[in-house]
Every structure is written in structure tokens, then in C-alpha cells.
């Protein structure tokens, strides 16, 4: 193994390592419990386990040295996956198979990076608004098609921001075009993304994203939050003791933890319904002596416009955001993506 890969891969690794560290260490209890959905911060613990049993390989010599023949792995695939510790020769076929598969998959990511377009599709109306807090940012949303042909909504935050952050995001742009296609869940397409990421010494953070899939046909909407801002679902008749319903994690934020399990839920929708996704720089924005814009805020703003267009939503939330803020900028990266049922 050359001497300046492993550096690399080490390098990489320690960043990873030292950025988990310190979110855990400095991040509210709310905020973590977000990230996580579902799993605990012992998860984290073991994550950062395998970081440092990696690290310590590296700095030795001995990361990617096959554990059968005492080679070295090819150096492309550990820079995928720095766990490689079997050369491909040695796997069964189903096992190699399987990382070519995702060896080729790894390598369209630097072919996908292409815009996505609001799409027009029959029964539902979309608006989207980004802002980076800085020139470049770290917030991605996307509309593709799954396998099935039904529309992909993907709305995702790498922790941080800045040119670093929107760097790391294209990454995760060109995942999602590249798998979300070839996949008939977002659970699916969710696991796919988090297992070319976790081990990938080029991401050296962890990204939240809520990937839906929405059946036209039958107004269904199947969902899978990893560790995202739940969005805002708001029924259009009004019943129940609320209108208002959180589309909660049901699973880590990609990259968060060594294993983490991604479900699922499915809901039905009616016509005039309102789904709002955000990034935390939404909730989060903050205002000289009154705290954070928060959830609430973001429903006052949404609730009187239930019969408005997604561009009347976008823009009513926006406004309330730049009074609450007045001139002061905002910290961090802030993303709206609105969809109404026709």
C-alpha cells in the first residue's frame, strides 16, 4: 500500500473521527436526539470504535492488508470502504458481486452531478427555496423517479456549512441520482446511500435525509427520515385534535452510527393537503432576544395559507423568517421544499 494513500485515508478518517467527537460533546440533547431517530448514542460509541481501529491500522501500515494472503487491498475500493480487510479474489461470488456493484456505483457519483428541476406531475404542485449562509452551502433537495416511477422527494443537510459542507453535499447529490433510481423504497435507496457513505474516506461528516416516495395514483406517500427536521404535514379538513402532523426520524442520520436500521411509513393523502420539508436552518434561524423561529412559528406561518399555492406557502414562510430574523444573517444554511395535493 503507497505510503500517501494511507495518509490520505488517515487523515480523512481523524477528521471523521474529531467532527463526531465534538458533536457529540457539544450538540443540545434535542438536537442529537433528532440525528439519531431511532437509535441511541451508543451507537455512536461504536461507530467511533471503528474509526479508531482504522486509524490505528493506518498509522501502522496495516489498513486494507487482506487478512487471508497478507496483500494489500486495491486502493480505489478502500477509499470507498476503509474496512476492506479481503481482497476481491478471496469473497464468494454473491460477496464480490455485490462490491462491484457498489464499486461501480461509487464511481457514477462523479457522473451524476447534474440539477435537478421541479417536476409537473398531475395531482400535486411544488415550490422549493434554498439560501446558503454562506457563498456555497451544505443543504441538497431533489426530485428523481424511483425504480417504480413514482416521484422521489429528497430533501438533506450535511452537519455544517460553507464550501467544505457544499462539497460534501454534491457527493451526496450524485448518491442519490445514482441509487434512488435503481431502488423501489426509500428505506432501500436510504440503506444503499448509508452503506457507500459510512466507510467512505471522502465524507468526513454525516448528513440527515428525508427521502419520499409519493404513488399519484393513490396518494400515498411512503417515507423514510434519517435523522432529518420532521416535516410539516398540514390536512387540509382540519380534523382530529390537531391538523398539524410531524413526519418524525425513523432512522440515524446517514453516516451517524456503524449500524443503523431505516424504516419506514406510509400515509394517505387528500387533496389539499400541504407538506412542508426544511432544513434545520429554518427552525433554527434566530433572532436578538427571542430564541430560535422554532416549529411553532413555522406552523403560524403555514396555517392561514391551507388553501394557498406551495409558492404562496414558500413565500409566506420566508417573510416570516426575515421579520423574525430583522437584519440579522443567518447562521446556517436554510432549505424549504413545498408540495400541495391537487
Not at 43 to 57: G, P
Not at 161 to 166: F, N, Q, T
Request: with cysteine; aromatic share 6%; net charge negative.
Amino acid at each position: 500500500m503507497q505510503t500517501p494513500i494511507l495518509e490520505q485515508v488517515r487523515t480523512s478518517l481523524t477528521e471523521k473521527r474529531d467532527g463526531l467527537r465534538q458533536w457529540l460533546s457539544r450538540s443540545p440533547s434535542e438536537a442529537k436526539a433528532r440525528r439519531l431517530g431511532p437509535a441511541k448514542e451508543e451507537a455512536v460509541a461504536a461507530h467511533l470504535v471503528r474509526l479508531e481501529d482504522s486509524i490505528a491500522l493506518a498509522e501502522v501500515g496495516d489498513l486494507g492488508r487482506c487478512v487471508v494472503c497478507h496483500d494489500t487491498v486495491d486502493t480505489g475500493r478502500l477509499v470507498v470502504d476503509y474496512t476492506a480487510m479481503v481482497c476481491l479474489s478471496h469473497l464468494s461470488a454473491a460477496e464480490a458481486s455485490r462490491l462491484e456493484r457498489e464499486i461501480e456505483l461509487a464511481q457514477l457519483v462523479q457522473q451524476a452531478l447534474l440539477p435537478g428541476e421541479i417536476p409537473s406531475l398531475p395531482g400535486v404542485e411544488i415550490a422549493a427555496f434554498t439560501r446558503p449562509a454562506e457563498f456555497v452551502g451544505g443543504d441538497y433537495f431533489d426530485f428523481l423517479a424511483f425504480q417504480t416511477g413514482d416521484l422521489a422527494l429528497a430533501v438533506g443537510d450535511v452537519a455544517g456549512h460553507g464550501v467544505s459542507a457544499g462539497m460534501q453535499m454534491a457527493s451526496v447529490q450524485a448518491l442519490c441520482r445514482a441509487i434512488i433510481p435503481t431502488h423501489a423504497s426509500p428505506a432501500e435507496a436510504v440503506d444503499q446511500i448509508h452503506r457507500l457513505f459510512v466507510h467512505n474516506s471522502r465524507f468526513t461528516t454525516f448528513v440527515s435525509l428525508f427521502l419520499a416516495s409519493y404513488n399519484a395514483a393513490n396518494r400515498s406517500l411512503t417515507y423514510c427520515n434519517a435523522g432529518h427536521n420532521p416535516p410539516m404535514l398540514l390536512k387540509a379538513d382540519g380534523r382530529g385534535a390537531s391538523p398539524v402532523r410531524w413526519l418524525n426520524p425513523t432512522g440515524a442520520a446517514i453516516g451517524l452510527i456503524e449500524e443503523p436500521a431505516f424504516d419506514q411509513s406510509v400515509i394517505r393523502l387528500a387533496p389539499g393537503d400541504l407538506l412542508v420539508m426544511y432544513t434545520d436552518g429554518v427552525v433554527e434561524a434566530t433572532s436578538d432576544g427571542r430564541g430560535m423561529f422554532g416549529p411553532e412559528r413555522l406552523v403560524d406561518a403555514v396555517a392561514p395559507l391551507r388553501g394557498g399555492s406551495p409558492g404562496d406557502v414558500v413565500r409566506a414562510i420566508t417573510r416570516a423568517l426575515e421579520a423574525f430574523a430583522g437584519k440579522k444573517e443567518f447562521s446556517d444554511d436554510a432549505t424549504i421544499v413545498v408540495c400541495r395535493i391537487t
